[in-house]
């Protein structure tokens, strides 16, 4: 294979997830020094913001499906964080998970959009996406995989 381009996408520090928005031309990077960068190909791999907010190693990040200027992040913090492109802050913060959140996924089913919070507290996490984002109000979690079996919760976002 060859290689095409190599750039420091964070200094120093190990790379722990990347993400393409290929509409945009966007490459997010996650790493541990705790930042997560937007980059831009059609300006020479160019870092176009550096988004600040997580106080741990960024373990994933992934755009969403259905908003390409919309993206989430899991960090070893122990939160999952929604953020815009447009701004270096996130717009919500979830907590919930009692050690680092590992890894988060996207799923629809029934015409409704979900996100899957993966954690080393052995907690998968499932957050309907619409309660959320689209009415602002609350959101559920429905936790799996717990030792004493399934667990169900209702948060409301203050």
């Known amino acids: 294979m060859e290689e095409v ?3 420091k996408a964070h200094d120093g520090y190990h790379i722990t997830s990347l993400a393409v928005e290929p509409t945009h031309s966007f490459v997010l990077s996650t790493s541990d020094d705790h930042l997560i960068k937007l980059w831009t190909w059609e300006k020479g791999w160019e870092c176009i913001q550096i988004f600040l907010g997580h106080f741990n190693k960024v373990t994933q990040v992934m755009f ?12 070893l ?3 999952v964080k929604i ?6 802050t996130c717009n919500i913060t979830l907590h919930g998970h009692s050690d680092g959140v590992l890894c988060l996924q996207y799923f629809s089913s029934d ?10 507290d052995g907690a998968a996490k499932v957050l309907h996406m619409a309660f959320l984002i689209e009415q602002c109000v609350r959101f ?11 667990a169900v ?3 409301k976002v203050p």
């Open 140 to 150: 559920l979690w429905i936790v799996v995989g717990c030792d004493q079996g399934i």
């Open 5 to 7: 381009e190599c750039f």
């Open 64 to 75: 969403d499906p259905r908003d390409s200027n919309r993206f989430v992040s899991a960090s």
């Open 83 to 88: 953020w815009s492109i447009d701004s270096a």
């Open 77 to 79: 913090d122990r939160t």
């Open 153 to 155: 919760m209702e948060v």
């Open 111 to 120: 015409n409704q959009q979900f996100l899957m919070a993966g954690s080393s």
